[in-house]
């Protein structure tokens, strides 16, 4: 096995991408912060549970055909992955190392942080590739950023003989970054590109502001066929930045953006005039704390679910040696506990969940009231069922 990578050659970059982890990680305490998670509430029928060694947590997630590759499905054994987070220093390398021990010994599919500061600087390439050298056969995801190079896509995935290609849009934290980019107008085009040229199917994906219904019918528009709606409510990347700025100044927009519950509902509205016809395949991530939530996503209209914050923060900092064995601890809890509310629920797969019934309430029902979702349909799936 070689060895962790040395620093990279950029300090001032590298310095950034342990500060973002720092910063994030501090943001997670004991996981009890109320988010909209704590917003969706089941209907309780005491007579429609199922038997529970019966139930099937592994799910299949469609994608589109692309310019370089067929449509398919990828199916895994997990309804939740490691998503993307970090990667390209010394210490990031650490972290990923103990990630992806975790992915290979429990199944789980994993993404990485933006490889672009590798696709610049070769000698940070290994924070990366460390993923694909514990995980050979895993499912893995390659990161870049929207407004790269299109060739850049298939050198990502090169990079980590990448499964899939996040491309990630962060308008927000663009916004409050001290060097972040001013000039946005070009990214829906740029994520056309790189969808494009990329060898193996694209995921939009949003880092905590939310993807709304326009969003994902643009995207659906020019051929993107799997969207990660990455919501408010986890990694918080505005507070990231403004405390990297001296002024403080865009902690005006602190609660900007829309939940991943709030924009799964979104989606699922039906289509007319106002609402695109199709959307792309979603997955959901941002603010998940527990198996509880999980479900809820997928209750929702999610495929499969993304952790970050609580699967790193088991890791821990450095990524000492124990991560591993304690990430995989975790998930094998959370792998039971979710089989018992599926079992609980009444549900023996993941799309029996779009059967149960939802209650809303708070900010979460006022965004959905605003946006024409159903709320008396959603509190009365279960009447649709056979």
């Given at each position: ?8 050659t950029d300090p ?24 909209e998670f704590?917003?969706?509430?089941f209907?309780h029928?005491a007579?429609d ?5 019966l139930?099937?947590l ?14 398919g499905?990828?199916r895994?054994?997990t309804p ?10 010394e210490?990031t ?29 070769p000698s ?17 995801m390659?990161?870049?950023?929207v ?11 090169e990079l980590?003989s990448?499964?899939?290609l ?6 927000v ?16 085009a ?14 939009v ?9 326009r ?15 990455s ?9 990231i ?18 939940s ?5 509902l979104d ?8 609402r ?15 198996p ?8 929702a209209g ?31 809890d ?14 023996a797969?993941?799309?029996d ?6 209650i ?5 029902r ?21």
């Amino acid at each position: 096995m070689t060895s962790d990578a040395p620093p990279p050659t950029d300090p001032t970059r590298a310095a950034r991408k342990d500060e973002h982890l720092s910063l994030a990680l501090d943001q997670h305490g004991d996981g009890r912060a109320h988010n909209e998670f704590d917003d969706l509430d089941f209907v309780h029928h005491a007579l429609d549970g199922v038997d529970a060694d019966l139930v099937d947590l592994s799910v299949s997630v469609p994608y589109r055909a692309g310019a370089r590759h067929p449509a398919g499905r990828w199916r895994w054994r997990t309804p939740f992955y490691v998503n993307g987070m970090t990667g390209g220093t010394e210490r990031t390398t650490r972290i990923n190392r103990q990630l992806a021990i975790s992915a290979r010994e429990t199944g789980m599919p994993m993404a990485c942080g933006s490889v672009s500061v590798a696709l610049d600087d070769p000698s940070t390439a290994h924070g990366f590739a460390v993923i694909r050298e514990e995980n050979p056969s895993g499912f893995v995801m390659a990161n870049l950023g929207v407004g790269r190079p299109a060739d850049d896509a298939p050198r990502a995935v090169e990079l980590l003989s990448a499964d899939a290609l996040q491309v990630h849009v962060n308008a927000v934290q663009e916004t409050a970054m001290p060097e972040g980019s001013r000039d946005l107008s070009s990214w829906l085009a740029s994520v056309e590109g790189l969808a494009a040229a990329s060898p193996v199917p694209v995921i939009v994906k949003e880092v905590g502001f939310g993807l709304s219904r326009r969003t994902l019918g643009r995207l659906a528009d020019i051929g993107v066929g799997v969207a990660d709606v990455s919501g408010r409510g986890g990694t918080d990347f505005l507070r990231i930045e403004d405390a990297r700025r001296t002024d403080g100044g865009f902690g005006m927009l602190t609660g900007f953006g829309q939940s991943a519950l709030a924009s799964l509902l979104d989606a699922s509205a039906p289509a007319s005039s106002s609402r695109p016809s199709s959307t792309p395949t979603l997955l959901a991530s941002g603010g998940v704390r527990s198996p509880y939530d999980v479900v809820k996503a997928l209750a929702a209209g999610a495929h499969a679910v993304g952790v970050a914050g609580a699967f790193v923060s088991v890791v821990g900092p450095d990524g000492d040696e124990g991560g591993a064995h304690r990430l995989i601890s975790l998930v094998e809890d959370w792998t039971e506990r979710t089989r018992a509310v599926f079992a609980l629920l009444g549900a023996a797969h993941r799309d029996d969940l779009r059967s149960t019934d939802v209650i809303l309430r708070g900010r979460l029902r006022e965004f959905c009231e605003s946006r024409g979702v159903d709320l008396a349909a959603l509190a009365q799936r279960s009447d649709t069922r056979d």
